[in-house]
């Protein structure tokens, strides 16, 4: 038995991109499309549509910035299937007037990340993507480090402002325990009574696959995931897990098992995501990982009681 | 807030010895020992006590058998503060005849492993344990792929016919999600009105840390774990992840911060324990992980889809 609504998406590039400032191969970015719509996954999100006035496109790659151009290579002659695309839009580093309208454009959703201060760009932004004609979420990133009463604002609005098709928990710092994720499933569903409820989760306490569960058990719908977990620090749900255990039958894990080993195991190479003691102490303590990467890759990388009295006093 | 009742029980030499035949060093187990009991940790267990007529030691590490002038070695000058001492017994592998009356041995509590099929023999061993004056828990294998109503009357023999302090919910494949946990919790709940609940979680979906939380929630209160998740395959519950969620002030975590760079990452140079395709699917799929320890050490280890039709296939 399976529930029709939910949604997965997977965004391997998009989030694996913060742990390479986006610089993907198009080869890689191919082949991971490719894979994704033959697993029968309906969103595939390929990176972040950001301003190339606040991030430098000759330090960072072209997924940062996903042109129309660079989309149409990474996806022309692959057959679909039913998978829509999407990319991510930062409330405060992007622009509005970078999206086209939806019938110039390959996008299917615009998916806006935000933090709870920038609401009301988000809300801007939102809205612009719906006029344009595109499918619509919101990220709310960092909501473990909010106060009930602007998160709840926040959730009133995105409710009563906007088009959005989902509005999503993100466990950005990897922080939550399944009670408090039902506590956010909970109070959105409270708010949102138009939208869908979304789950994002972080792995620092090897909890996302987990977390994801509680979600979908608690009733959220759009579900986020990574080929093998890739992504910064400790990394994402990995998708194959959700498929292995979603029974919606239109789902078929078989394309993912071939692309993991091609494509995703050898940027281990130079990304060191997974699970990590600094990430774990982080994820407990409800930090930012930055800290913890920044110890990884310093001089003292297995201290870790070092780096626990290091992270114990940043307050 | 905490529930005074949990008891902890770090098992990472007993378990982890399924990956290497029990062949740890002296210094590992010593440091291994010392900083489980550094940390508060109730019970640490440093091997099986099994039957040298059924492994050879020539093969085996001592730590297989644990004999009383072994264990002495890697305890003697250690403060073991208020953690006990245990081993295992398999109920199918060992020989009641191997145990010293307590007074005699530095051990605490002897926890019999059993598959159902041997429950008769798990109570035989588990009585004689008691009899010579130690603690005992039993711990039941592989219950995913046991009928109801052998699973069912096995717990009510234990119940009936033992003094254990607990019995364990051992997810031996991986296999199980939150769901399932509630199920098996609240089936033993029923039966051991004596007697506490134990979980012991394997992590092939990186489900162990998550499914011991769900364990604690439903009212498990015997929780097991190894240090950087070390066993057989995908591994087990992190014991550093269980005393980061566990609020008991009598925990430390700092000393197993300590050892798991010196002594538990060096081993990953000669076990390949952790998150790898081919454990997630004999997870999915509820079957014993030799069948991908086999494909993984053979000529097509990255290739995923291969192993998918293979155990796809096994019946």
New interface residues.
Partial sequence: MYRPQIKVVDCTIRDGGLANKSQFPLETVRAVYKAVCASGVDYVELGYRNSKEMFNPDEFGPWRFCDESVLKQATEGIDRGQTKLCVMMDAHKSSPDDLLPRSESVIDMVRVATYVKDIDKAIRLANTATEKGYECCVNIMAISHEGDQFLDEALAQLESETKALAVYVVDSFGAL???VVDFYVKKYQGFLKTKEVGVHMH?N???????T??GI?RGANYLDGTL??LGRGAGNC?T??LL??LKNPKFN??PL??V??EYI?PLQQTIDW??H?PY??TG?LDKHPDVATAWITGPRK????G??DHVTDVP
Wanted: hydrophobic share 50%; no cysteine; proline share 5%.
């Fill in positions: 325990y399944s009670e792995n306490q090897q909890l996302a696959f987990a977390n569960i509680e058990i093998f977990g990995p194959e897990l292995g255990f894990i078989v098992l071939k993991i080993p195991l997974g699970y003691i774990m102490l407990i297995l201290d870790y009681t780096f626990y």
